[in-house]
């Protein structure tokens, strides 16, 4: 079952596994991150775009009855974000697709999934010399599709008022807000996450409603590591569960 360079890990405590190769894709924190902070329907229909080994629908298979699909433009991705849904026997519940997520619309149609997540690319192509091998750069640099795409993408398959969540870079906060209200996506919630108290924070969640008017939230920061180095205790809650607690 297992490719070269792949290995299956624990996918925290969530009692699921994973298929992970180091050469392509590990999941990091802003995956775990999204997964919680998403807000998810207890049925219908859900999307993760840019779903990559597919570690976010397997995370919302604890949140949800929903039917939870991915779609990811890599095929060596999408093979290993497959052979993970059979490894933990959830083929019922998450279906992965491989193919662009700008095409998708034209199969399904417009406006049929409740809530849409995604963990796009994070660095726009400026004609810096990309330093990494193909499939990380794909992951990482808006090479198949820009930010402005990825949120045209889900205008079309959201349903009025279905949820997008993302998670993005807080430098792109400003852009992130004027192309989701450009799209008819309004910022709802804004979460931003700080590896330390007092530092610059470096991921940022938001939450926007397809046709939402405008009110948003700033929600308190997300502190990663204590002065301790050790992660607060809420990131062990999210990591591990409410009854993880520091020795």
Known sequence: MLKDSERVDDLLTHNLRIIQSDEVFSFSMDAVLLARFASIPPKGRVLDLCTGNGVVPLLLTSRTKASIEGIEIQPRLADMARRSVALNGLEESVV???????????????????????????????????????????????????????????????????????????????????????????????????????SEANMVLIEALRDGKPDVRILPPLIVYNEHNEYCQELLDIYYGSKKKRN
């Open 96 to 198: 992965i697709r491989e193919g662009d997520l700008r095409e998708l619309y034209k199969e399904t149609g417009h406006g049929i999934y409740d809530a849409i997540t995604v963990n796009p690319p994070y660095m726009p192509m400026n004609g810096s010399d990309i330093k990494l091998n193909e499939h990380q750069a794909i992951a990482r640099h808006e090479i198949h599709c820009t930010l402005e795409e990825v949120l045209q993408a889900c205008t079309r398959l959201v349903r009025t008022g279905g949820k997008v969540n993302m998670v993005h870079r807080p430098q792109r906060l400003g852009e992130l807000m004027t192309l989701m209200r450009e799209n008819r996506l309004e910022p709802k919630r804004i979460r931003f996450v700080h590896s330390r108290a007092g």
